[in-house]
């Protein structure tokens, strides 16, 4: 089993591009989540989706969007690339919101010039 | 909003020492409480969990965790740490009912030396 994959690994972008990232989940998974990580700031949530078809803001929203695809999928887009968003990328799921465990996928570093 | 703080920031023992790391959460009520690890290179993944039941909980690698609901607490504890603890551990808490996602701490680095 993959568990929660994403893609890229790596992105640099320049200030203003667009991109998205990528991320599925096989195991059935109702609820998935992005996470941005910073050195000093922990894991702090941007969007999350607790079931398919719903999606909600976390703690940290601006400048990013999201889309639940499908059950497998969540994707989080840039749509004007900033330098405070370079940042470390997690997706994670879990089989229902907030009291199950939380699987992580194995990150996106994003770097933006 | 629940928030949570972990009180050391970076901590460097020798193999051999023993393990604290503080966290404490905002709110009171009912909560799920979680340690997650995060080793060198490596993606987060769950040390502990807190449900309810007994407050003393045990993990793997040999951690364990204690709830102490009259002081929002639920510091991580390990008797006789490894070289291989070295990592980045974070504590994390949600609300029930409601589920809320998870709210992380800022994370505690550890450093164990030779």
């Known amino acids: 089993n993959a568990g929660v994959t994403q893609t890229p690994k790596f992105q640099v972008l320049k200030t203003g591009q667009s991109m998205t990232l990528q991320c599925a989940q096989d195991m059935n998974h109702n609820s998935m989540y992005w996470y941005r990580q910073d050195p000093g700031m922990g894991l702090r949530l941007i969007y999350y989706s607790a079931s398919e078809g719903t999606t909600d803001k976390g703690e940290v929203p601006n400048g990013y969007n999201v889309s639940r695809l499908n059950k497998r999928e969540f994707s989080l887009r840039l749509e004007s690339a900033a330098p405070s968003q370079t940042s470390v990328y997690f997706c994670a799921s879990s089989y229902l919101s907030g009291a199950n465990v939380l699987t992580f996928g194995a990150g996106s570093r994003l770097t933006v010039l | 909003a629940q928030s949570v703080s972990q009180h050391n920031h970076h901590v460097i023992l020798s193999e051999a020492a023993s393990l604290e790391l503080g966290c404490n959460y905002s709110y009171g009520g009912t909560v799920n409480l979680f340690w997650y690890v995060q080793y060198p290179g490596q993606h987060l993944q769950l040390l502990l969990k807190y449900f309810s039941g007994d407050p003393l909980v045990k993990g793997i690698k040999g951690f364990e965790a204690e709830f102490i609901k009259s002081k929002f607490s639920f510091n991580l504890r390990k008797p006789s740490v490894q070289w291989s603890d070295t990592a980045e551990y974070f504590c994390?808490?949600?609300?029930?009912?409601?589920?809320?996602?998870?709210?992380f701490g800022k994370g505690t680095r550890l450093s164990v030396i030779a």
């Open positions: 994390a808490v949600n609300d029930r009912p409601g589920n809320t996602p998870l709210v």
